[in-house]
């Protein structure tokens, strides 16, 4: 067997390889279930290779290069067992092919597979946005100012197929199910017209965004997916971090579920996108692609709007069409603290106007005469040396415990910088109200109607302020821009000031929902953006994200689609190869589904990161043995 490389897991084996040439070493009768998304002709750029099958001079050279694949996948598929192969028809252009047009690929497909010896076994329709693809395509074909200069050359919009063939022979290891592993009722739902799915020819359900995403994998040239903008804040335990600058494999998010889970993938997937920004109460600066999913419930028309909110189930609505929905947000679970509610204040009063010595070491708060004597009394036992500048005190504190020292470093240093750490997100109502109180009594204020309003020119401080209002008073709060640049005196000094942000926190929004889980805010609308560098991220287990005060879905063959195939059509503790890895997405479903996975991939940069999203989803199901071919082969039992 020819590889470049191989990374062994007890759940998988993966290659890095030309597939035809790693098929090649495979014993034959050996795979029981294989599903892939190949390579589109040359509709993408996959890489550099010559060796890349995506690469071929033209569309003859393809399906030439596509048959020596097709005969030793045959060769080696058990008897009776099947191969699932995502595609679509390809667009034609006039440059390259002579006429403006589709390409019958998924028919092509279907009769290279024939003549491999494959039986055409059958087929399903995924229904793909027709304005999405419009939006990420440009196609002449979609665009409505065609129709009105010639609409003869207007179509549809294309969608993806799940075309399924298998090997002749019976097959020795039925694919079995039982009333408990897969109920009466379970199938009747499915296949009820409302929720059509398996049996369906097409598919209605399908979440495009449900994917893996590429991450470090991608370069320039490659496809492109669902992202935020450069920026964007995202939730985790070091507060709210600009996206680009989260750390993979250190940094945690909060889920939809209310859980702190591992951002495992990052990528700056494009430059100059346009996009969209989603307006609503607390959600101040939301700007994605306009596909991007957010968590999110859409409401039947009534007049009791409470009502209408709780009744509507949660989804996953596109960014575009998401006006008038209702976008989710959760707090972080409670966790206990150690620190004290007078040590909580503090921490929350030098959030407000506190700094750092020159050595990294000494905290300081910078009090107004004004304001002197209150913090006297809130911060008894932990004034240190007090020196007077210009009217505004320098305060230094003392005896401070280790436990609160460590979030004070946590809250960051410089104004712009400053986050609200986890540790001040999870407090129960009463420490959060001394943190807030202590924030309070430094930038912001209770203003009148029991409003509470605060500015800073940290929008991450803001929005992690906004949690623990939440927390501590019950109240919604509207985060949103300021005042722009501008010179201002400070402590007798001229200086420029930033962009400031503000918050007003208020029972009376009465466009903001609490239903105990999660708090739902209107999109009040969804409005163009211009254009933007993108960036996109993965979480690991569930597939979402906090970002810029509400809930959003990570951003490829979907990942759903790889569940139901390989729920249907394979065993646990089934061999289930895909010779396109890419970066481990069919491995990565199968491994967690109680399956063994055999990728092959050419592209070093998706290898590696394949053998890194296959080793997370072992670590996920922690099962024991190894898997060769070879022991998947002449294995008694295959496991």
Known sequence: MKVLDQVQGNNYTLYQGDSCEVLAGVPENSIHYSVTSIPFASLYTYSNSDRDLGNSRNYAEF???????????????????????????????????????????????????????????????????????????????????????????????????????????????????????????????????????????????????????????????????????????????????????????????LTHTGAWKLIIGKSKTQCDAPVIQTRAIGVPHLISTPNHKLFAKHPAQQKDRKAAVDKARPEWIEAQNAEGCYLGSILPPEQDSDISAQEWWIIGRWLADGHRDVRDKQFFVSIAKSKYEAFEEHAVGHIGHVSNHGGVYQVGLINMSESARKVLFACGKGAKNKVVPFEAMSLNSSLAKSFVDGYLSGDGFFGHDKKICATSISRALLLGIAICLKRAYGLSSAVYQGRGPRKKMIQGREVTCTTEWNLVASHSYSFNYDDGTYEWKKVRKSIPAGTADVWSIEVDGDHSYTAEGCIVKNCPLQLSVIDRCIELWSNPGDVVLDPFDGIGSVGYEAIKMGRRHVGVELKRSYFEQAALNLANAENEVNREGQLTLEEAAHSDEVV
């Not at 003549?115 to 979609?142: D, Y």
């Not at 050359?153 to 199910?177: A, C, L």
Request: hydrophobic residues 35%.
């Open 63 to 253: 399906a030439e290069h596509y048959s020596f694949l097709g005969k030793e996948w045959f060769r080696i598929m058990m008897p009776g067992r099947l191969v699932s192969i995502h595609c679509m028809n390809l667009p034609s252009m006039k440059e390259r092919d002579g006429v403006i047009g589709l390409k019958d690929f998924r028919g092509d497909v279907i009769r290279w597979m024939q003549s491999c010896g494959f039986i055409f076994h059958s087929e399903v329709c995924i229904w793909k946005n027709p304005v999405t693809e419009m939006q990420r395509t440009k196609a002449l074909g979609l665009l409505h100012k065609q129709i009105k200069k010639d609409s003869a050359m207007s179509r549809m919009g294309i969608p993806d197929y799940i075309v399924t063939f298998r090997k002749s022979g019976e097959n020795p290891e039925p694919v079995e199910h039982t009333n408990e592993t897969y109920p009466v009722g379970h199938w009747q739902e499915v296949a009820s017209p409302v929720w059509e799915e398996y049996p369906s020819p097409v598919w209605w359900d399908i979440n495009q965004s449900n994917t893996l995403q590429r991450k470090s994998a991608r370069t320039d040239k490659d496809e492109r997916h669902i992202c935020f903008a450069e920026g964007t804040l995202v939730l985790t335990k070091r507060g709210y971090i600009p996206i680009e600058d989260v750390i993979v494999g250190q940094d945690e998010t």
